[in-house]
């Protein structure tokens, strides 16, 4: 009988919340929110939180709304905090609280709100077999393209830039900015505007780094301390290695200039670094 109870109290319950979701979504208003968000903020009310999405922070979460660039006015006006802006997809800061959700998703221009997922990283292969695979000498054997002139963007874990495989003929880094997301900044370092996060360092920064006696004097940013694994250099290799380390791995594009957002891979995380790639 104890057990009919739970289960009759549980129905119960279920009937309660549900009766309550149109006072909080209209018909249309609902089917624009991501249901794992919706989880988050209820996970975070009984004092847990969700799996594979960001949490809540002070009151918000951050979240990608898809919608009319135009629709920004509106969006501050419901206390959304607008991080950054690329077109259609807007990476923001809303308030933990559904009522407020639902309103943003009851404008018109607001198309899906969803919330910031994080991805796994799949396992790297050895660039030995990757170049094949990826048949990256196929643009230089056949064309002679060599990527000068080229600017290669990766958002990934973070890039080795001491690895040699990065670095021109004349000893310099061909990497010409690193923003690594995970730092905190400390001393003279800054965050890129308008992100207000992490740490932005420049090719000159990583140059002077190069040339100290101490690693990391300088650039703080690092592979694989994160993750456990340097995928990020692994693709940035692919991408853009001049073949100089033991091995001559060869990238697609071995004389391209390299710019590498180091990134935690949540969705909020990775929109913001191609919209600072971008610009």
Not at 162 to 187: C, K, M, N
Not at 200 to 217: G, M, N, S, V
Request: proline share 5%; hydrophobic share 45%; aromatic share 8%.
């Amino acid at each position: 009988m104890r057990v009919k109870y739970k289960i009759g109290a549980s129905v119960i319950i279920a009937i309660v919340v549900f009766s309550l979701l149109p006072t909080i979504f209209s018909d249309d208003s609902t089917n624009k929110i991501d249901h794992v968000l919706i989880q988050a903020i209820k996970m975070n009310q009984m004092g847990q939180k969700a799996m594979g999405i960001e949490g809540v922070s002070a009151g918000k979460i951050r979240c990608v709304i898809m919608a009319d660039p135009s629709v920004t006015s509106d969006l501050e006006a419901l206390g959304v905090e607008i991080i950054a802006q690329m077109e259609n997809f807007i990476v923001a800061s809303i308030p933990a609280d559904l009522n407020t959700i639902g309103e943003i998703a009851s404008l018109n221009k607001v198309t899906y709100i969803f919330g910031s997922r994080k991805h796994e990283i799949p396992p790297t292969p050895k660039l030995d077999t990757a170049k094949a695979a990826a048949e990256s000498g196929a643009a230089r054997e056949w064309y002679g393209a060599s990527g000068d002139g080229v600017l290669v963007g990766v958002v990934d874990t973070g890039i080795d830039y001491q690895h040699a495989d990065f670095l021109g003929s004349d000893g310099t880094t061909r990497i010409l900015y690193i923003w690594d997301q995970f730092l905190v900044p400390i001393g003279t370092e800054t965050s890129p505007i308008p992100f207000g996060y992490g740490v932005e360092y420049t090719k000159a920064d990583i140059d002077a780094d190069l040339a100290t006696p101490a690693p990391h004097d300088i650039v703080r940013s690092t592979d694989g301390i994160y993750f456990g694994i340097a995928h990020g250099t692994h693709v940035s290799g692919i991408a853009a290695s001049s073949g100089m380390a033991p091995g001559n791995y060869i990238g697609m594009a071995p004389e391209a200039n390299l710019a590498v957002v180091a990134c935690p891979l949540y969705d909020a995380d990775i929109i913001n670094g191609w919209i600072y790639l971008l610009n």
